[in-house]
């Protein structure tokens, strides 16, 4: 019961809510090609995977503009990290991810306070951060060791996401819909290199979403795809796959 003492009238209020309960409703994600993103939680902002300036794709994009207070980085391969020193520096952003990547970058002076590994789990001002498996080699940009690839699992206030970094198709991720409600997923789809389209459908059924944003297509020859035909090939398995355009933005 809630006494309004200006009008001298009670109102009833029905605060019955599903936990958690969630402040917000969306968050706004900019795509800069390939697998960089750019999510914008409660007013931080957290890039993934830079890889902007030697991509033809992306040549609209102006990276000294893109702001960031952390990057996460996937793996250590260019086509994940090619932009992440100069944004780095720039920004004065920290750095999160495997321990061997952040380490390589420490070196170059970037700010690297959230080593992790495998399985780990951390709190951030946006919510937490875990760093869950991915299938595929890591390596850094001098050929030195990239420790293990690896994927993360965002959970916020406002939206819960898996962010797979490059990957097969693995039974490790049926353990994310077990351990985690998700909203959405963002999925490799180029093929060659990661999964394809079908093996996407099936891990966004393993995690437990519907709709699941492709990332790791287009930039090279071996994964061009064919938009219309992942599309409707998501539509028939009951999934929504959403192809961003570089440099637009969407809310979740």
Known sequence: ?????????SVTLNWRLTAPFRFAL?????????????????GTKVLFDPFIRPNELAKNIDVEKIE?????????????????EEIGKRTGAELVGMFEVLSWFE???????????LG??????????KLVPAAHSSSMPDGSYGGL???????????NFYFAGDTALTYDMKLINERHELD?????IGDNFTMGVDDAIEAANWVGVRQFIGMHYDTFPPIKIDHDAAREQATQAGKELVLMAIGSTMEL
Do not use: Q, R, W
Not at 27 to 39: E, I, N, P
Not at 120 to 129: E, Q
Not at 184 to 188: D, E, G, N, S, V
């Open 1 to 9: 019961m809630y006494i309004c003492a200006k009008f001298g009238a």
């Open 26 to 42: 969306f968050m706004k994600l900019t795509y800069y090609g390939h697998s960089c993103f750019l999510a914008e939680i409660g």
């Open 68 to 84: 960031a207070d952390f990057i996460l980085l996937s793996h250590g391969h260019g086509d994940h990290v090619a932009d992440a």
């Open 107 to 117: 070196a170059k002076g970037l700010k690297a306070n959230y080593k992790m590994n």
């Open 120 to 129: 780990g789990k951390i709190k951030l001002p946006f919510g937490t951060v």
């Open 149 to 159: 690839a690896a994927g993360f699992v965002i959970e916020t206030t406002e939206k």
């Open 184 to 188: 959405f997923a963002i999925l490799p």
